[in-house]
DNA sequence: TTCAATAAATAGACTGGTCTGTATGTTTAA
DNA sequence: TTAAACATACAGACCAGTCTATTTATTGAA
């Protein structure tokens, strides 16, 4: 052995995490995961019976992951604009820890087919649980308004992965601002 | 000679901005394209000097297809509102007609990596001209209203795509109603 | 208009590499 | 003693890209 601080399947789902988010699902191969796990391929296969299982994992350690660094940003806050706001910070903070490769969701989305199920699912059901977060924070307006601020808060994430700027996440912060003080958001 | 109607080099521009749309570019191999164009291999290569220089010249067919149908849309419009409205309307065309696969760039911008500047510049060129159009449908506002409708437009054909359902281009559609309503968008 | 020269397109073998996944046998830890 | 983790070779498929050799099409000149 040895006497890594921590177990084989932990370590390759952390490099996953690393590798999956930088470099992209299909670029990143198993062989390179479990080099840098300092895992043998056997090991792998035994606590994951394929890649799509190992991607699956993935987005499902993301979710938890990005779920709560979200949360120790917005439960900072009390007032529903402040809250909405400091989702938006949040973003802009992953940007810069992560290099501005964008949501990993949104990412894989992309590479696969439209008839895997299974890896789809995983995503919708993340976007499903942005959605209600944003509702739970805004409530059901007659307006969506929980729905506006979610996309203004997708394609600022999108957007700024594209232009590796942040301006997109400081202009739907802008909006978010001007759409409360005209009331269209409550 | 197969007899075949249209020259080799648009044979495969074809069939890649096809498959490079449907299956995404990696999963995408050379031998597929070659096969369904129904060109020899050297024949690629001879008119292309690498996949990736086929990507780029992908981009590019896209770009110039994508926004000739976009202004047959806007253009039949003449009002401000409605002009806008079009290109959401343009877009859940596009939805129904390639079955929810999304952005061919904001797809290649998920499985490139961040410093393959050859595509990543593709791809920003095409946002930046979609940024403009909007501009020059808007004016220069202080608010910056034409990024805030570019941003519902890339939302939604990004959600659109992934929850393979029209309702994110409906709602924008009714957040950018609502916003010349209130006067925020003139 | 015919014919030779040139260019374009063809088929397909081949290289060297990568990919996911399996199988074998050994070592370590519980 | 049992199970987990190890290293590593291997299979079989696919990848991008090169090369050879042949066939087809075009073009220019006599």
Redesign the pocket.
Known sequence: ????PI???E?ILDTALRLFHEQGY?????????SEA??????????F????E?GIEYLNARQDLWFTQLRLFTDAEKKTRKKILAAFDFLAYVNENEHFRGCSFLNMLSEIRPDNYALLTSIQNHKQELRQFFTDILGEQKNDAADIVYMLFESAATESQLFKNQWPIEKAKQAVSDLCKLKYIK
């Open positions: 052995m040895k006497h890594h177990v084989p399947r370590r299909h670029a990143t191969g198993i062989n390179q995961i479990i300092g895992v043998a391929k056997a090991s792998l296969y035994l606590h019976k394929s890649k799509e190992l």
